[in-house]
T-cell receptor, first 113, second 119 residues
Framework: GEDVEQSLFLSVREGDSSVINCTYT??????LYWYKQEPGAGLQLLTY?????DMKQDQRLTVLLNKKDKHLSLRIADTQTGDSAIYFC?????????????FGSGTRLSIRP | GAVVSQHPSWVICKSGTSVKIECRSL??????MFWYRQFPKQSLMLMAT?????????EQGVEKDKFLINHASLTLSTLTVTSAHPEDSSFYIC???????????????FGQGTRLTVV
């Protein structure tokens, strides 16, 4: 199975909060990321969190990290239609002298009026 | 933030031909770049790590003779899909990280992707 797991779909009403969840398996991961991908486009880094942090807030985005359970979540407050996209959770794994970023399957967020 | 440019954005080629995709870091030097492949409605799969001045490191299951990677300079890595077949049709994305350690090295910057269609 996937090393980084996410639910595939999430539908929320405009103005509500969206919470996207992710679980990972590598306890040695140093950084965990949330990326956004709009249709046909590349990836946009939304935010990241260092593994010794529990929470990080950046405007409408809140990241929560439970290292014990290897669970990461992204909360988007006041969700807007422009937030419709695929959101990827990713972890940075160190291999010898380099670090690789491994992605989850992505969660497709759709906004309903 | 730092910019990574990928070219071309899309390409259509005939089966059996080779296609080269370029990835450039425009305002920083990248000793390491990464190549990903994304199938429709799926996640990004890491194909290989491109190391400047040395051989690329391929992930398990990725054919190195099929996907040739060259990282000849600190700002350019190329991926060549050799003898392309329809099953190679995909979205290919490169990324590069700022050199350094710790906080400075956290963010990976991604190119806009190349959509390859083999007919």
């Amino acid at each position: 199975g996937e090393d980084v797991e996410q639910s595939l779909f999430l539908s929320v009403r405009e103005g509500d909060s969206s919470v996207i969840n992710c679980t990972y398996t590598d306890s040695s991961s140093t950084y965990l990321y949330w990326y956004k991908q709009e249709p046909g486009a590349g990836l946009q880094l939304l935010t990241y969190i260092f593994s010794n942090m529990d929470m990080k807030q950046d405007q409408r985005l809140t990241v929560l990290l439970n290292k014990k359970d290897k669970h990461l979540s992204l909360r988007i407050a006041d969700t807007q239609t422009g937030d419709s996209a695929i959101y990827f959770c990713a972890e940075s794994r160190r291999y010898s002298s380099a670090s690789k970023i491994i992605f989850g399957s992505g969660t497709r967020l759709s906004i309903r009026p | 933030g730092a910019v990574v440019s990928q070219h071309p954005s899309w390409v259509i080629c005939k089966s059996g031909t080779s296609v080269k995709i370029e990835c450039r870091s425009l305002d920083f030097q990248a000793t390491t770049m990464f190549w990903y492949r994304q199938f429709p409605k799926q996640s990004l799969m890491l194909m290989a790590t491109s190391n400047e001045g040395s051989k690329a490191t391929y992930e398990q299951g990725v054919e190195k003779d099929k996907f040739l990677i060259n990282h000849a300079s600190l700002t350019l890595s190329t991926l060549t899909v050799t003898s392309a077949h329809p099953e190679d049709s995909s979205f290919y994305i490169c990324s590069a990280r700022l050199p350094g350690i710790g906080e400075r090295n956290t963010e990976a910057f991604f190119g806009q992707g190349t959509r390859l269609t083999v007919v």
